[in-house]
């Protein structure tokens, strides 16, 4: 795998400049197919899917981060990058994301995997398993403890899962969210859950009154939701690094040392060492899923994945 040359170093112009970098997904040469999928009574989920004009290699399901969805630049540049490397490619949307607030009662949160898991064992009734898994930030979580929470089981649903500038400590990361540094991401993060939550009848005139935080707005609304006791029992329980050493599938991650959210020092897990299934690539710099080359290709992490990926399947040959 090519060494990644950052376009510049500084981590927040980094992350600024590639979550607005201009990305084309031919949608007339990939038309695009979408399904709802019912995961539990009254909640639906939407799935975008594409497939290659080439030979079909498989199929890679893309989960998105923190407010985004199939339309976030990551998710159209990882699928232009999947369609043409002959992959059919699923943009799955957690629950109430992607316009799809209308169908359903509840929200999503970082460690809701039971969606992915009906949507993953609706494939494999259709023979469309295993599949490469990508998760981004908080879908990079959901992704990562996924794999973890189906343990030897793994293999039947997944053939591999990669997850990018993932916070595996989810209060590691709240925490340095908090900084002042990240305070102008916080704040549009807030304000795009606030209208999410709003979007809820029984939330309509909820107060946001000392909400200042991502982590308030956890401790007072996300953890409640989900019978969380508190912002914290959220956090712990459903961390992905608490399901590292149960991963039986190989498992990239890709993360960035000057990663603006998320502290690397959450990288020293004992797992890296002891589960021969994970690979970490760590770069010294990218921000976050920031990763945006000045030499070379120019979207160097679709790159590295794809090669990834390939290379897992020459193995397996």
């Keep these: 795998m090519s060494p990644f040359d950052p376009l510049i170093r500084d981590p927040h112009l980094l992350t600024v400049i ?3 970098w201009p990305v084309r997904l031919d949608e007339r040469r990939f038309p695009v197919e979408r399904r709802l999928f019912a ?22 399901v893309l989960v998105h981060g923190l407010e985004g969805s199939a339309r976030s630049r990551y998710m159209r540049s990882m699928a232009r990058a999947l369609l043409q490397a002959g992959y059919a490619v699923h943009r799955f949307h957690m629950r109430t ?11 999503y949160h970082a460690g809701l995997t039971g969606d992915l898991l009906q949507v ?28 973890g929470e189906l343990e030897e089981s ?33 704040r549009r993060f807030l304000r795009a859950m606030a209208r999410r939550l709003r979007t809820r009848p029984e939330y309509r005139f909820a107060s946001l009154h000392g909400v200042r935080s991502v982590r308030d707005f956890d401790n007072r609304f996300t953890a409640p939701s989900f019978g969380f006791r508190s912002a914290e029992d959220y956090y712990a329980t459903q961390s992905s ?26 990288f020293s897990h004992p797992a890296f060492r002891t589960n ?14 920031g990763f945006i080359a000045r030499r070379g290709p120019r979207f160097w992490l679709e790159n590295v994945i794809v090669e990834w990926f390939s290379r897992l399947e020459q193995r397996l040959r």
Excluded at 39 to 60: C, F, H, M, N
Excluded at 99 to 106: D, R, S, V, Y
Aim: with cysteine.
């Design 120 to 147: 993953l064992q609706q494939f494999e009734s259709w023979r469309r398993t295993p599949v490469h898994l990508i998760g981004f930030s908080l879908g990079g979580n959901v992704a990562l403890k996924l794999a």
């Design 39 to 60: 995961t539990e009574p009254g909640v639906q989920v939407l799935v975008l899917s594409q497939r290659p004009q080439a030979e079909l290699r498989g199929d890679a």
């Design 154 to 186: 793994g293999g039947k649903y997944l053939s591999a899962v990669c997850a990018v500038s993932t916070p595996i400590d989810l209060a590691a990361s709240a925490q340095r969210i908090a900084q002042p540094d990240n305070r102008l991401y916080e």
């Design 241 to 266: 690094s608490r399901f590292l050493d149960a991963i039986q599938v190989p498992a990239l991650l890709v993360q960035a040392k000057d990663d603006t959210f998320i502290p690397f020092e959450s």
């Design 97 to 107: 994301c992607g316009g799809t607030e209308h169908l359903c009662q509840t929200f």
């Design 276 to 289: 021969p299934h994970l690979k970490l690539l760590a770069t010294e710099h990218g921000g976050h899923v």
């Design 18 to 20: 590639a979550n607005f």
